[in-house]
């Protein structure tokens, strides 16, 4: 028996940047006691600067050395940095313009901030650890704030029954997910995934083979739920159209990027099993980016179009994590850049679309059917400008992200040997052309019928985060190299074992 | 409980599981549904202990330290337990706000949304 | 049969009888109260395996807390008369069994039927793991980090049950 109360040593500088924001949240909510009723700028201001805090921090000692520190439960290699600072950059954006559709969606509520900023922790965790069981509790922290923030109208129905689909899914998908690591852990005494993939390379021909299978397909499961692949993805068009427009851009990418961060770290530990993961994710990743495409083009509703389109875009990404499966296997892949590089790229098109749909609310009501955006191009330039912006990237027209995020994702899954996958993305990009060409149409062509179209003032928030938004999709284009070669850095990994 | 084989306790956990998927697939009510989710964490929760009690860590064997192999069903537990308190409090809340706005329960008959 | 032996059978039993009662109750109160019962006697079976500490805190949290606030939520919904509601279709219904039963079979058949030959009956846990004492210093030392998440957890479902209950209309 292990005696004596020695705790984990724990390298601070690491953990700071999590800290810092979750720091922040905790700053927001004590304001939020103590603050005149009138506005919420100070808890906004405050947030804003924690969030430019952590990643000034995160840049700062982004040389220092990769250590596995607390218990070996919290790793910060350059995988983990680069997907802290894309998580922090997409709440900051999101912070930016939610004051401004808040305001105009009558949901004054401080408590919007610390609950988005502790969800963004989650995320945080999820792409910091090889432990299952804390990524788990990571996604839990994701997952639950979540759901209240989807559920933050109260008074309008639609957005309740957002919210308590996405609760009973979500929590569903948890209980797979544990099963899951249950029966990994039966088989192998750990949920430590360094430790799963020592063991795992030991012939398997034990009696608990079956239980390591079993683990695993729940375990996918419970991701293909969280991540919407086709068919676990029922619940996502209804929440995301539900949920308030500025909570919508948010779970469609930090979620997403959160439990892929942990997916593609789980399936990177996994390669001993991956003659049985690979064939089950290729068919997922070919039905998710079939069904989503298809769908997307009978849809009415913006946020339903978005939604469907968010669903063949982690389709799109299942793709690069399974092409870097192969590729990592043959030993020729050591860091899942297309993976990252499309997540990125994805994120920041993803919450600048859904900025621009958000200016569709006037006087507490939201309209998001696809002529509800008429004449947006003449009430506010820029937003339906950048719209275009964020559209051709979805698209993957060249000269943006998008392009060469599929490119990477075309190139990597040709390298692999996986061409009914490659044949797969590039047709369904050609499809989900159309749909986005809809949305640019109804945003800058046509002219509004009868009545005047109701639209928010576009303040300065939306429109900085628009600008953000474009700009970091041509910064990714034209100069992908630098981010690119920092992805594709080698590292070591050292154990922090005490002081 | 000596003499009880451990693929009794595996059993009996696969059982509770498989009772708690169904019940979500076929209830209505959205408490219930709920509750069948609890009852899957607990499915979870008795496999993870049972592990944590009978592991001879088969395919391990030297490689990981014996007392951490046992006490970490029993860290899997204890964290599923706040799980869930923060979650049926979450849960439950949203249960009666949408309650509170229709009188009615029933996540079929939502009528405002498409599946 | 050993006593043990029984004892382990009346309580499987009594789980998957009362798991079944959650499911096929036509009344809420019905189900939660089949619940109660559920981890009622779960935290026994805890106790059975010498987990003491978790075998209360299963009492404390599932059936104290948990329990209760289901409970409580049903009857201040009034949802304690009869589920009046259409059910759903025969179809649909036996699929789902069906996939319970796939489930059941599948894990059984491959996982944990091979499982039999291997596994032996008797635990490999040292002495005194179960305790206050044990779980508390694994939970402080090597463990602390999930500890501190699980903080966070609750941190977020009381601020979000706050935001849930406000209404500023």
Redo the contacts between chains.
Sequence with gaps: ??TG????PIDWVLLMPLLIV?GTGVVG?CIEMLRPRSNNNAIVATTLLGLAAAAAYLIGTWEYPTIHT??E??LSDRVAKILQLLIIAITFTTVLYSEGYLRER?L??G?YY??LV?SA?GAM?MATSTNL??V???L??LS??L??LA??S??E??S??A???Y??LG??A???L??G???L???????QME?LR??WN?PLD??????L??GLTLILVGFAFKVALVPFH?WTP?VY??APTSVTGFMAAAAKVGAFAALVRFLDYATPMSDAWVPMLSALAILTMTVGNLVALVQKDVKRILAYSSIAHAGYVLVAVVAYGVLSREGSAAQPVSVVYYLIAYSFMTVGAFAVVSLATRGGRERTELNDLNGLWERAPLPAAMMIVFMASLAGIPLTAGFLGKLLIFRDALDAGLVVLAIALAVNSVISAYYYLRIVLATVVQKPALHAPRFANPNAGLVATCLVCGLAIFALFFAAQPVLRELEAPQEVFVHRGP | MEGIPLYAYLLLSALLFAIGTVGVLIKRNPIIIFMCIELMLNAANLSFLAFAKYHSAPLAAGSLEQWQVHMTGQMAVVFVMAVAAAEVAVGLGIIMAIFRLRHDVDIDEMSTMRG | MTLTTFAFLVMAVVLVLSAWGVVVAKSPVRSALSLVVNFFVLAFLYFGMNYDLLGISQILVYTGLIMMLFLFCILLLNLGAPDTLFEPSLIKRSLAWFVGGVLVLAVSSQVIGPMATWSTSTPTAPEGFGQAASVGQSLFTGWVYGFEIASVLLLVGIVGSILVAKRRD
């Design positions: 028996m292990q109360l020695t705790p984990a979750f909510m607390f218990g439960l919290f009558r004054p509520f408590e610390p609950l502790w922790t965790i069981l804390i788990f509790l990571g839990e922290v639950i704030s759901y209240i559920g933050l109260n008074r129905q639609q309740q029954e919210a308590l689909k609760f009973l929590a569903f948890s209980a797979f544990l099963y690591i249950s029966l852990y039966g088989a192998t005494g750990t949920t430790d020592a063991i030991t034990k009696p608990t083979v079956g239980l299978y079993a029922m209804d159209q539900g």
